[in-house]
């Protein structure tokens, strides 16, 4: 029971929280009955970290963006706000614990993110517009510190790599049931797919790279992964409507990443020395250029336009001369290009691009679908988003991250202590982001957290992998020691 003095304090609590409910009532902010649930998520997510993070995994494809008009910021509800949470905690965590080993911070997947980080901050009080470059590089770092910096810590426990995959395809399978769906009350007509996926995914090219950087996952537990054969069935059936949900995306540049990517799994797969790797794309890069005239005077040639037709839509991939999103492309990258020539080291400062490109356009090169304000997307390349952006370091930092993520993923996948389970999570995060990293020349969205998620919680796979490959190299070393 309460004493008198309790009964008045709490009465004057309840009071005052009753008096903010009606304030807030008042004023039309409904957000504020969210206040109590935060707070049961802030209970939850200290307690129970790696649930929380799996939990908020699951969400993320399920999350609708908010504009920046229902809150004052776009948002994608919930999983930015418990993205931002996880963020908050780990740094707090990091301060008070200081538990996260030296080997983490120095490992090289580490120091190329860091750099690719920091570079995007300094560039930000460089920047044209530095409010929208700091907006820009803090939704940066709290993607990476949620799913890079502390879900490396989580994935030392091998058993949550297989979860995190599972908890993005299991939403992400529904997604593609419910598009396809839709899609199929159009009879698969070729524009409805480019919003069936609404509200989910703002288009079909986003739509197209987050189902890609999938496709090595659900295939490589499908045929390769050992597990009960009610397991592979239903692992069967989820990659058939992945892979399916990919086709009927109708993303040319979804389709080529994972052709992309096949490719890379059968250098891997032959142990095709590197040297040769590099060594041809230099001598296609050179021939390019040598021949370029001919090159581009054939590819005008291709009069194919975008269809429903699957052979026919993926022939117009190459064509440069009345394919209106493919010239439209082109302009972006141009004034990309444009803009780097004029600021090449720091660039405009990060979130920039959409703002400042309509100057550096010609308009001899505007198509039925250019505008002045970014809308379509922005400069349709995760390399020439940050040379315009960052300047040159920018784009190097984002090309390191690749080279570093081959680097390390060859070095788990060829180990010789490596275990089956432990070469099919590598290869899944491996090649599910090198789709992204070709995808990443035609689009990019690593300023959303549908893609961001998984590109940055693959690359902690890779690190994690990499650093249990180490102690445990270490601990085998010390008992063979005399």
């Not at 336009?305 to 990258?333: K, M, T, V, Y």
């Not at 002045?372 to 784009?395: C, K, V, W």
Request: charged share 10%; hydrophobic share 50%; aromatic share 16%.
């Amino acid at each position: 029971m309460l004493d008198l003095s309790q009964k008045w304090k709490f009465g004057i609590f309840a009071g005052l929280i009753t008096l903010l409910q009606g304030l807030f009532v008042y004023q039309e902010f409904y957000w504020y009955f969210l206040i109590p649930v935060g707070l049961i998520l802030l209970v939850w997510l200290i307690s129970s970290v790696d649930k929380f993070f799996l939990f908020t995994v699951l969400v993320t494809p399920l999350s609708i963006e908010l504009k920046e008009s229902d809150l004052g910021a776009a948002l994608s509800l919930p999983s930015e706000a418990l993205i931002i949470l996880m963020t908050v905690l780990f740094y707090f965590k990091l301060f008070i614990e200081k538990s996260i080993p030296s080997s983490f911070w120095k490992h090289p997947i580490t120091l190329a993110v860091l750099f690719h980080v920091g570079w995007m901050l300094l560039s930000s009080f460089t920047s044209t517009m530095p409010i929208i470059s700091l907006k820009a590089t803090a939704t940066r770092i709290w993607f990476v510190s949620a799913f890079y910096f502390l879900g490396t810590q989580l994935f030392l426990n091998r058993k949550n790599i297989p979860r995190f995959f599972w908890m993005y395809v299991l939403p992400l399978a529904g997604i593609v049931i419910y598009a396809t769906y839709r899609l199929a009350m159009f009879n698969f007509e070729k524009q409805p797919a480019h919003w069936v996926m609404d509200p989910f995914y703002n288009d079909h090219t986003h739509y197209g790279a987050v189902l890609a950087m999938f496709v090595p996952f659900v295939l490589g537990f499908t045929f390769f992964a050992r597990m009960s054969s009610t397991w592979r069935v239903v692992s069967l059936l989820l990659a058939l409507i992945i892979c399916g949900g990919l086709f009927f995306s109708i993303s040319r540049a979804a389709w080529l990443s994972v052709i992309g990517a096949a490719g890379l799994w059968i250098i891997m797969l032959l142990r095709i020395r590197w040297t040769v790797v590099l060594g041809t794309a230099a001598t296609l890069v050179g021939l390019f250029f040598l021949f370029q005239t001919e090159i581009i005077m054939s590819l005008e040639q291709n009069k194919q336009e975008s269809s429903g037709d699957f052979g026919q839509h993926f022939q117009s991939a190459s064509n440069i001369s009345s394919d209106a999103s493919n010239l439209e492309r082109i302009l972006r990258w141009k004034a990309a290009v444009r803009m780097f020539n004029e600021k090449p080291i720091m660039g405009f400062g990060p979130g920039t691009y959409a703002f400042q490109y309509a100057p550096y356009q010609r308009s001899n090169e505007l198509t039925i679908i250019s505008t002045n304000f970014g809308s379509l997307g922005s400069a349709h390349s995760e390399y020439l988003l940050p040379l315009s952006e960052q300047g040159l370091p920018g784009m190097l930092s984002f090309i390191l991250l690749g080279i570093v993520f081959i680097w390390v993923g060859c070095r788990v996948i060829f180990w010789p202590g490596a275990d089956r389970l432990s070469q099919v999570l590598a290869y899944a995060a491996l090649l599910g982001l090198g789709t992204y990293f070709i995808h990443a020349f035609l689009n990019n969205f690593l300023d959303t957290d549908e893609a961001s998620v998984p590109f940055w919680g693959m690359a902690a796979v890779l690190t994690a992998l990499d650093l249990s490959r180490t102690s445990e190299s270490t601990a085998n070393d010390v008992s063979k020691a005399p």
